[in-house]
């Protein structure tokens, strides 16, 4: 990976080899699976009842931990390093399931080992690296990247659909829409990163990563 220039960092690694085309014909079905096991880790409410008067069950997943790591911040001026850690996996995990889902891996995503997508956090030391009030308008502070992040979005979407056809005919996935999806990808980490999971206080930059995953 290239060196950390900001304290997310991002990368997915190339495949330089024909991709698996069944596989990716049938990505939204085979993907199914193991979205189900993300969102069953990423935060929710299921709740189910029977009869008037019968028995409730109810089932809560975890996600990422916003509203902990802020209150510590505040007032404590600490980051508990399992809570980091936590972040870290489970955005990584979420990393690549949309990697796989995006068409950038034909190998089934893994809930541990890292595969091809490479994302780490810098761990804060909080009292000397973050602002204890600033969590409490982040997420208000990151709303122009929201914007400008929607509309890559749509980029990324109409890139995919063009990679799909070209992965089929070709087994391969053009070098450069590669780069472009890799690119926001990593863009939308670094918002996370900052507005999300609070691991930082430097304000992300307005630009695509400058990272080449081809390389």
Do not use: C
């Given at each position: ?52 008067a019968g028995s409730q069950a109810v089932a809560a997943a975890g996600g990422l931990l916003f509203v902990g790591p802020l209150l510590m911040i505040l007032f404590r001026e600490k980051y508990p390093r399992w809570w980091f850690d936590w972040n870290l996996e489970l955005h990584r995990f979420s990393n690549r399931v949309g990697v796989y889902v995006a068409l950038m891996d034909d190998r089934y995503p893994s809930t541990d ?103």
């Open positions: 990976m290239a060196p950390v220039t900001y304290p997310v960092s991002f990368s997915v690694d190339y495949p330089d080899r024909p991709l698996n085309r069944l596989t990716t014909f049938f990505r939204l079905f085979t993907a199914i699976p193991i979205v189900i096991v993300l969102a069953t880790v990423s935060g929710g409410v299921w709740q189910s009842s029977s009869g008037k080992d890292h595969q091809a997508v490479h994302l780490d956090y810098v761990y804060p030391d909080a009292p000397q690296e973050l602002n204890r009030f600033l969590p409490l308008v982040k997420w208000l502070l990151a709303i122009p990247h929201y914007i400008v992040l929607f509309f890559l979005d749509i980029g990324v979407v109409v890139v995919v659909i063009v990679a799909w056809f070209a992965i089929l005919f070709t087994g391969r996935f053009p070098p450069a829409l590669f780069r472009f999806v890799a690119d926001v990808i990593g863009w939308h980490n670094r918002v996370v990163g900052y507005a999300l999971t609070l691991i930082t206080d430097r304000y992300p930059p307005f630009r695509l990563s400058l990272e080449d995953p081809t390389a």
